[in-house]
């Protein structure tokens, strides 16, 4: 195809950011004009990402990364992920009359693991003060930020359920009963008195940089933070199943968060080598797909011909049935078994199951180190539902009820969850992350705190033996999952995109048309792109879908019909309808000076890259 773009990439050899909102790759961008480095950045844009985003995520969510430091030559996965909390297991949800962990409420709340996250980076690999850090978000929250028409839809498609149960965030969100107006100012003065008086906690009780850091991490967890989250998650409120029931979220269980920071897994692909995070995330069946993919002939194949949707869509079904069997890390997980899958060997098998006339509609997950696959009882969603109250959204953002009240709703295009964030600085550091949970409809605002608890723990199963079921203080396997690329061994690419069982799909996709057709940045974020259902989702009530491609309509109609011939359940949306990628890249030039680019996704009308 001819590859076009809607906006340059960006090209500079000072620094670069890139994320789902203008307003936090300028903050990063700032950051780094001052002298801090791509860590001080990212930290900085991520938690503005909770103050201008709040409907993608917040402080009571989570935050995974991969980075890049440049100083100590490490490449390391940061789990941003909580875990579960001590009372929480599937005998206690069963007592209560479930069979999954549901969607919205309390009960779904994991430790808040965002700000030891943001805290560890900028402790360990940083240069500026928690309270510099800070000061942009803070700036937003007690002056105002602009509302996108996303975050108003948002608000509208949750105002019955903040005016008849959750009182707490309709006294945050709501203005007489009325969502703010797309394009005004909103102020969120709760969440500002919170980072102020962590800020003046943590100076109080810490010497120097590092120590008030700490002192920060110590107040989060310990101090009014973990207190208030206790007190609150004690009072019933309604939830998925149409009840109202507290949550099991603790003080003690805050306490006990510790954010790993670990070698990540890799995988070859050509010149190429790709990090992920381990397999507490989604992320290795990125890597499946390349090891699946390494003899597809995809060099031949056209970025929107059929022949390449088709290799790419059936790679990715493969890697999601893997996915259900052998992903996560409670006790009955097999580290030897998820070691293979990543194998060269194991890829080429699974690539000999490809028909490449024909798509598969069955659910295939692989034997691993001669070890059978088990998977969770697949009809949980038909039971989930009944009774259930799905008027407000079933988990995730992506599938809120979001009501066409105005003009420009009818004009919003994207709908999607969680948020994404890229970082280089001049001396060659680099960050990708991927923010979410604790969206604004996940479950009611803390009012002394001022933002809402996640849900992640609806990715797990009740199902005894998996190595995803619901274990306490173990962390749920997540759909976040940023990416980090290496070139001929040396630091190359950050990148990733919201999305939840899409995320890695969309990545994928980017990266070939990337590494394989030659296409920069923006030519392969603004490419015609797809993803397929064939799973049981990750987000409550797990619906089960299979052999379901979804394609933007810009897609030639060859295309399309094609895919079908060859069976695929081909569901054409809107032109700008799939991915929210951005990305940054690195490399040195014929001249020998290093080189930065960035560019981000024009869908949503968001997502802005800037350098110099």
Known sequence: MHAQTTRPEITGTFGVAASTHWLASQTAMSVLERGGNAFDAAAAGGFVLQVVEPHLNGPGGEAPMLFWDKHRRELRSLNGQGGAPADATPAAFRRLGFDLVPGIGLLAACVPAAFGAWMTLLRDRGSW?????????????????????????????????????????????????????????????????????????????????????????????????????????????????????????????????????????????????????????????????LAMLQEAGLEQCAVDSAAFVHRVAETTKLALADRLAWYGTAPDANPEAQHALLSRSYGANRWAMVDPAHASDLLRPGIAAGSQPRLPRLDRAAHALRGADARFGIGEPTFAALPPVAEWADRELFVGDTCHIDVIDRHGNMVAATPSGGWLSSSPAIPALGFALGTRLQMTWLDEGLPNTLTPRVAPCTTLSPSFALRDGEPYMVFGTPGGDQQDQWSAAFFLRHAVHGMNLQEAIDAPAFHVKHYPASFWPRPMSLNRLHIESRFPAETIAQLREWGHDVQVGDPWSEGRLSACSRVRDSSGRMVLRAAANPRGMQGYAVGR
């Open 129 to 289: 003060p928690l309270a510099d850090v800070l000061a942009p978000a803070l700036e937003y929250a007690e002056n105002g930020f602009p509302v996108s028409p996303r975050l108003c839809q948002a608000i509208l498609g949750v105002r019955p359920l903040f005016m008849s149960e959750w009182t707490s965030s309709a006294q945050l969100w709501l203005m007489d009963g009325r969502a703010p107006a797309p394009g005004t100012l909103f102020k969120l003065p709760a969440l500002a008195r919170t980072y102020r008086r962590v800020i003046e906690e943590s100076q109080r009780a810490g010497s120097g940089r590092v120590g008030e850091i700490d002192a920060a991490i110590r107040v989060w967890q310990s101090g009014f933070v973990g207190e208030a989250i206790e007190a609150f998650c004690r009072t019933p409120v309604s939830d998925s199943s149409g009840q109202r029931h507290a949550g099991f979220l603790s003080r003690g269980d805050m306490a006990e968060l510790r954010i790993d920071v670990k070698a990540p897994v890799l995988a070859p692909f050509g010149r190429f080598q790709i990090a992920k995070c381990g397999f507490w995330s989604q992320g290795p069946m990125f890597l499946q797909m």
